[in-house]
């Protein structure tokens, strides 16, 4: 299994302890800021892409000096520095992408990174934008296992289409059978699982998956 880590240039406080995911098969790209956070944490950064205008002078340098492929593009672009990213990230063929560092600052920029998930997913792509508090994926439609994780107590699914059809829930304190969702109801949010795993599955739309805690752990 192939894993690619990106970490953009979101607010450090956002982003959790990076070396809880470090291992052999992770590859680390930073998005414009997030090589600074990924070189304050110990972790040098495989590719660094950007148009790196987050940075000061001396931080770029900094930058330059540790990472081996440096991808530079223009402030005037057609994408954000995450969606490079994510491009150099499927170049190397992974099998899952986690992002950090892209919750907690521009809304934009976070609202936009929920949409990026869709990409990978069309490529079968297991994919996760992680922070401190949640882990959100992008869910296509399909029957879908989830395995209970004591990290995130809720479970929550939003609709990302006018209309999310055919909802089912088993294995849920909340089950739903065959249930239309749509954009603007709150029908699925905050359920839990009730045992080891459970399963939903859906038939038409758009889905994301939120799984969270209260902040309290």
Not at 49 to 59: A, C, H, I, N
Not at 71 to 90: F, G, M, N, R, V
Not at 116 to 143: C, D, F, G, T, V
Not at 193 to 211: D, M, N, Q, R, Y
């Amino acid at each position: 299994m192939s894993v690619v880590a990106i970490v953009g240039g979101g607010p450090k406080e956002d982003i959790p302890d990076l070396s809880q995911y470090v291992s052999s098969n992770v590859t680390w790209i930073g998005a414009d800021r997030g090589n600074l956070t990924l070189l304050e944490a110990g972790i040098t950064p495989m590719i660094a892409v950007g148009d790196f205008d987050s940075l000061t002078t001396q931080e770029l340098e900094t930058v330059k000096s540790r990472v081996k492929n440096i991808c530079t593009y223009p402030i005037e672009k057609d994408a954000t520095d995450l969606e490079l990213a994510i491009e150099q990230a499927l170049s190397l063929y992974p099998t899952k992408i986690y992002i950090f560092g892209v919750t907690g600052g521009r809304k934009d920029h976070e609202l936009i990174s929920y949409q990026l998930l869709y990409r990978l997913e069309k490529r079968s792509i297991s994919s996760a934008i992680i922070n401190k508090q949640n882990w959100i994926e992008l869910k296509l439609p399909k029957s879908h296992t989830i395995e209970y994780d004591p990290m995130y107590k809720y479970i929550s699914f939003i609709p990302q289409s006018h209309s999310v059809k055919n909802v089912t829930l088993e294995g849920f304190y909340y089950p739903l059978q065959n249930k239309t969702i749509e954009i603007g109801s709150s029908i699925s949010v905050s359920n839990h699982l009730i045992g080891k795993k459970g399963t939903f599955s859906f038939t038409e739309g758009i889905l994301l998956l939120v799984k969270s805690h209260d902040g309290r752990q």
